[in-house]
Structures are given as structure tokens and as C-alpha cells.
T-cell receptor, first 117, second 112 residues
Framework: AQSVSQHNHHVILSEAASLELGCNYSYGGTVNLFWYVQYPGQHLQLLLKYFSGDPLVKGIKGFEAEFIKSKFSFNLRKPSVQWSDTAEYFCAVNRVYRGSTLGRLYFGRGTQLTVWP | DGGITQSPKYLFRKEGQNVTLSCEQNLNHDAMYWYRQDPGQGLRLIYYSQIVNDFQKGDIAEGYSVSREKKESFPLTVTSAQKNPTAFYLC???????????FGPGTRLTVL
């Protein structure tokens, strides 16, 4: 079965620190990859996505993620976090077969990021 | 203003009662989804529908039922058979299944 692992359950950083959140998936074929963010009291929203092309993708609010196919990873990074980045972050994967996406997304369990001012 | 609406925001029910959560979208999306969010467990898929009049079970469908009679609506019924129904329920939609999903604000269900 498809699985998505986010190894960091809770990350605590001070403002201006660099951030890297890990995401690994288990499907061996072609994938579409997503990072979602849920700010306190707000809707879950898309941070960035990778479908094809340059494996380094940039998203909103200075976030970026790198797809490393050989490692089945799609880690999220930000060079300098702010207090307003405090939120829960979810990685998600969709399997692609013969050029078509297959139904659902598979979500990781989420990483809670707390940034201290 | 396009988006996904879920109502109500908070819902209280007595144990043993069925309850239906509403989800409506005006994004003209084909696919719709229901998730359950519990602390530390991420988003778990209950049901999803790739097109009108069709739906599939997700990972935790037991004790839940859905219908998809209209493109814009995907109501979720939490039945009395669901052993632990108290949770935060999220509805989402995407233009086609497997693509980027857009989420509603959620309904927090508390069963007393």
C-alpha cells in the first residue's frame, strides 16, 4: 500500500533559523507531490506542488521543496523561518500510471512547526 | 466567490444518532473528498468521488456513508455504527481526481 512518511512530528525553531521537513513515500512509479499547510484556525492550503520538470520547486511565502527520485523524497525547506510560519505541514503524494493520475492523494501524518519569536 | 463550504462549523449529537455533514463547492470540480483529521494522525480519507453518481471507499469508510447526486454536493453521513465519531471533518475538491485539492473550513463533530 502507498504510504507517506513525515518523520518529524513536532519541530521547534527560533525565528531566522533554517527549516527542513522530511517527506518520503513508498510508491516506485511516477508521482505528483504536494505540500500543504494548515495555519491555526485556517483552511488547509497548498504550499507548493511538483508534477514534472525541475525537481526544485518554489512555493508561496519563501518555501521550496526538492524532489529526489532516487531517495523517494520531497523535503520542504525554508532558509529563514518567521513566527508566522507556525503551522502544521502535510506532505501528499498522488500516483501516476500511464500518464493519468490515479484517484486519491495519500497524506503524511503532518509535522507541527512552532517558531519562537 | 468560488470555494468550498461546509456547514455547520460545530455540530453536537447524542450517541446513537446519525448525522449528516454538508459539503458544497462552486468550483465546477469533478472530484470531491471527505477526510477525518485527528491529532497526530494527519488526514485520513473516508470516501471520495471522482464523478457524479460514483464514489469509492477510502481508508476508514466503516461507519460512514456518502452520496454524490449533484456535482456540487457531497454530503457525509456519520452513522451510529462509527465507534469514535468525535473528530474534525474536512471536505475537499479537485478539478479531476488526483490533482491539487482545495479544502473547506471543516466541521467539528462532537458526539456526547
Amino acid at each position: 500500500a502507498q504510504s507517506v512518511s513525515q518523520h518529524n512530528h513536532h519541530v521547534i525553531l527560533s525565528e531566522a533559523a533554517s527549516l527542513e521537513l522530511g517527506c518520503n513515500y513508498s510508491y516506485g512509479g511516477t508521482v505528483n507531490l504536494f505540500w500543504y499547510v494548515q495555519y491555526p484556525g485556517q483552511h488547509l492550503q497548498l504550499l507548493l506542488k511538483y508534477f514534472s520538470g525541475d525537481p526544485l520547486v518554489k512555493g508561496i511565502k519563501g518555501f521550496e521543496a526538492e524532489f529526489i527520485k532516487s531517495k523517494f523524497s520531497f523535503n520542504l525547506r525554508k532558509p529563514s523561518v518567521q513566527w508566522s510560519d507556525t503551522a502544521e505541514y502535510f506532505c501528499a503524494v498522488n500516483r501516476v500510471y500511464r500518464g493519468s493520475t490515479l484517484g486519491r492523494l495519500y497524506f503524511g501524518r503532518g509535522t507541527q512547526l512552532t517558531v519562537w519569536p | 466567490d468560488g470555494g468550498i463550504t461546509q456547514s455547520p462549523k460545530y455540530l453536537f449529537r447524542k450517541e446513537g444518532q446519525n448525522v449528516t455533514l454538508s459539503c458544497e463547492q462552486n468550483l465546477n470540480h469533478d472530484a470531491m473528498y471527505w477526510y477525518r483529521q485527528d491529532p497526530g494522525q494527519g488526514l485520513r480519507l473516508i470516501y471520495y468521488s471522482q464523478i457524479v453518481n460514483d464514489f469509492q471507499k477510502g481508508d476508514i469508510a466503516e461507519g460512514y456513508s456518502v452520496s454524490r447526486e449533484k456535482k456540487e454536493s457531497f454530503p457525509l453521513t456519520v452513522t451510529s455504527a462509527q465507534k469514535n465519531p468525535t473528530a474534525f471533518y474536512l471536505c475537499a475538491s479537485s478539478i479531476v481526481s488526483g490533482n491539487e485539492q482545495f479544502f473547506g473550513p471543516g466541521t467539528r463533530l462532537t458526539v456526547l
